[in-house]
C-alpha cells in the first residue's frame, strides 16, 4: 500500500522560500501522477499544481505561476514542491496525492487522486 509522507513546512516570512517534500519510501513514484493540494482555514481545498510521470508541470492555480515548481529527488521515492517569494495568502495545509497513471495524465481534482499523504502545515506570516 502507497503510503504518502509529506515534509518541510514551517513559518516563513513573506518573500521567502519553503521546499516541501512528498516521499514514499520503498515505492517508484516515477510511474505516479502526483498532485499537490492545499486548503486554507475556512476556505475549501484547491488543487495547486500536478507534476507528471513524464516530468511536466499543470498549475491549477493562477497565483502560484512563476513562483511553485515541482522536481523529482534523487531517490525514487520523492517529489519536491518548491515555493518562492510566498505571500501571506499562501497560509494553508499542504498535501501530495498520487495515482498511477500514464505519460501526461494529470488532474487538479482531489478525487481522481488514489493515494494522500496526512499534510504539511505553511504559514506565511511576518
Known amino acids: 500500500q502507497l503510503q504518502l509522507v509529506e515534509s518541510g513546512g514551517g513559518t516563513v516570512q513573506p518573500g521567502g522560500s519553503l521546499r516541501l517534500s512528498c516521499t514514499a519510501s520503498?515505492?517508484?513514484?516515477?510511474?505516479?501522477?502526483i498532485g499537490w493540494f492545499r486548503q486554507a482555514p475556512g476556505k475549501e481545498r484547491e488543487g495547486v499544481l500536478c507534476?507528471?510521470?513524464?516530468?511536466?508541470?499543470?498549475h491549477y492555480a493562477d497565483d502560484v505561476k512563476g513562483r511553485f515548481t515541482t522536481s523529482r529527488g534523487n531517490s525514487k521515492d520523492t517529489v519536491y514542491l518548491e515555493m518562492n517569494n510566498l505571500r501571506p495568502e499562501d497560509t494553508a495545509v499542504y498535501s501530495c496525492?498520487?495515482?498511477?497513471?500514464?505519460?501526461?495524465?494529470?488532474?487538479?481534482?482531489?478525487?481522481?487522486?488514489?493515494?494522500w499523504g496526512q499534510g504539511t502545515q505553511v504559514t506565511v506570516s511576518s
Open positions: 496525492a498520487a495515482k498511477e497513471a500514464g505519460w501526461f495524465s494529470c488532474s487538479g481534482a482531489a478525487s481522481w487522486f488514489e493515494y
Open positions: 520503498g515505492f517508484n513514484l516515477e510511474i505516479y501522477a
Open positions: 507534476f507528471t510521470s513524464a516530468n511536466t508541470t499543470l
